[in-house]
């Protein structure tokens, strides 16, 4: 596609409840990340995917957040029995090349989750 | 561990007047740095990027300026249109190459 896409844009869910959230990266793109944007801050380091590879997942915040990229293109980033700290905007964000410094990250416009 | 911040998270400009955005990283060993835009309900948009063995970069009315003395890097945009009103995020890439650190980001206002 022509940007990153991602889905649902808007998302509410009770707490306990189990959410998934899609990435369309650009078609090519090597390199995929998620990052999750907290109101009022900067993006935050989820995780990050070269190809189908998870290559660091430090910045999960704990074991109910899973991310998969199991055919190299798209990703689904999947929070289980949510919690209302979990609310925040989810960007995802992708990059032609395995190195950085030969290109720019390419971010959606995000997934806001809503945790009631 | 890393800490990328900025110095004012507010700033309101007249239009037509240059700004300057400032930004302060803690990591020594950061070499490539970039600058975002975020407009409101949209993802970050790449302004313009710096490796560590240059002090400046020019683009499209932006420039960057990075001080690697002081662990200091700057936006400077010219002649501010109300199109520039968004917030602003340095980030800089970690050792591993995996991520990048954003800061808080400036809210950027230009008054007409």
């Known amino acids: 596609g022509a940007g990153v896409s991602q889905s649902p844009r808007y998302k509410v869910a009770k707490r306990g409840q189990d959410v998934a959230l899609r990435c369309d990266p650009i078609s090519g793109h090597v390199s995929l990340f998620w990052y999750q944007q907290a109101l009022g801050q900067g993006p935050e380091f989820l995780t990050y995917f070269q190809n189908e590879a998870q290559l660091d997942k430090s910045g999960l915040p704990s074991d109910r957040f899973f991310a998969e990229r199991p055919e190299g293109s798209v990703s689904t980033l999947k929070i289980q029995r949510t919690q209302q700290e979990d609310s925040a905007v989810y960007l995802c964000a992708s990059s032609l090349g395995r190195r950085f410094g030969t290109g720019e990250l390419f971010f959606g416009e995000g997934s806001r989750l809503t945790v009631l | 561990g890393e800490s990328v911040g900025l110095h004012l998270p507010t700033l309101s400009v007249q239009e037509g007047d240059n700004s300057i955005i400032n930004c302060a990283y803690s990591?020594?060993?950061?070499?490539?740095f970039i600058w975002y835009k975020q407009e409101s309900g949209k993802g970050p948009q790449f302004i313009i990027d710096i490796r560590s063995n240059m002090d400046k970069r020019q683009g499209q009315r932006v420039t960057v300026l990075l001080n690697k003395t002081v662990k200091h890097l700057s936006l400077q945009i010219a002649a501010t249109q109300p199109g520039d009103s968004a917030v602003y995020f340095c980030?800089?890439?970690?050792?591993?190459?995996?991520?990048?650190?954003f800061g808080t980001g400036t809210s950027l206002t230009v008054i007409p």
């Open positions: 980030a800089d890439l970690s050792n591993t190459g995996n991520q990048f650190y």
């Open positions: 990591n020594s060993a950061s070499d490539y």
